[in-house]
């Protein structure tokens, strides 16, 4: 899991400086939380998206961005509240998801949004 700065964000995501369309930057789908270190919801998802980044360790990238450090990107993202999260696939446009997904939600959006199975793919979803 990596904290995304601005310079940060537009080398690995999105060059928002130089582009007008979405143009993706990375090689692999990716998942942004969109966090505040005071936000209760954004602590509960926290452990969870480690776990995930182990689980999906060279299929998935996961980022965060401390919206109260990066306001500008938060801002172009339109964040009104936390947690959100933006799932990104390689070739489609990225999609926001807000508040506090259990971890099975959050697989169930990485398979169905990002197109990524679960490692195991034994986990049940209902």
Same mark, same amino acid.
């Given at each position: ?5 601005? *310079?940060?964000?537009? &080398?690995?995501?999105?060059?928002? *400086?130089?582009?007008? &369309? ?32 182990? &689980? ?12 109260? *450090? ?15 999260? @933006? ?14 997904? #259990? ?10 949004? @990002?197109?990524?199975?679960? #490692?195991?793919? &034994?986990?049940?979803?209902?």
């Amino acid at each position: 899991m990596e904290y995304l700065t601005k *310079e940060s964000f537009i &080398e690995k995501v999105f060059d928002f *400086e130089n582009e007008t &369309e979405w143009k993706f930057k990375g090689t692999k789908p990716a998942i942004i939380d969109f966090y505040a270190d005071w936000c209760g919801p954004c602590k509960m998802i926290s452990p969870i998206l480690e776990q995930l980044s182990k &689980e999906y360790d060279g299929k998935v990238d996961i980022y965060k961005i401390d919206t109260e *450090e990066q306001q500008e990107l938060s801002a172009m993202f339109g964040i009104r509240s936390i947690p959100s999260l @933006l799932f990104i696939p390689t070739s489609d446009k990225p999609q926001m998801a807000v508040g506090a997904l #259990p971890k099975d939600g959050f697989i169930k959006a990485i398979d169905e949004v @990002l197109g990524v199975k679960h #490692p195991t793919q &034994e986990t049940n979803l209902n």
